[in-house]
């Protein structure tokens, strides 16, 4: 299978991080805009505290750190930011994590798979469009409707497969 369009969440020297946050953040504006939704205090600092994480973030992890700046600290509070930023296409749900993380491709509809890393738990969401259709062909094949799907795959990143390579030299 050939890599499409892979976004690394993990921290890399010639990565510029407020670019991407600040780019994240500029996709959410125009989203909100066009499907006449508001961009509150609070989903635009979930959104912004999730990009900045760069790693999936929990629910009561992103609770504590809007608690810290002084938003409301009430859990449903936090569910109704992500539960808005699912609905917009602005984050996905990692769903062995049960954490959440930046949608790298905001901007254009697409489903997002997952590779995981065990080791470090870095997490990257790749876009591959060709999976998606024939999930969808097969289970039309069996008269199923597909209503929703989840793919993350566990393994070792390039990071932590060198590294474990370089250990057992």
């Known amino acids: 299978m050939a890599k499409q369009d892979l976004h690394h969440n993990e921290h890399d020297v010639r990565h510029d991080h407020d670019h991407c946050i600040d780019t994240a953040l500029a996709t959410a504006e125009t989203l909100c805009i066009q499907q006449g939704q508001r961009l509150t205090k609070v989903r635009r600092r979930a959104l912004e505290l999730i990009w900045e994480s760069h790693r999936p973030l929990g629910a009561y992890q992103l609770l504590a750190k809007l608690a810290e700046e002084g938003f409301n600290s009430a859990p449903p509070t936090v569910y109704r930011a992500l539960d808005f930023l699912l609905a917009a296409g602005l984050v996905h749900k990692v769903e062995s994590m049960n954490a959440y993380l930046g949608c790298a491709h905001a901007d254009k509809v697409h489903k997002g798979y997952f590779l995981i890393c065990d080791e470090c738990r870095n997490v990257m969401e790749f876009d591959y469009q ?15 409707e597909l209503r929703a799907e989840t793919i993350e795959l566990t393994g070792l990143c ?7 390579v370089g250990e057992n030299a």
């Open 130 to 144: 060709d999976i998606h259709a024939a999930l969808i062909e097969k289970a039309a094949q069996q008269g199923f």
């Open 158 to 164: 390039a990071k932590c497969k060198a590294k474990a």
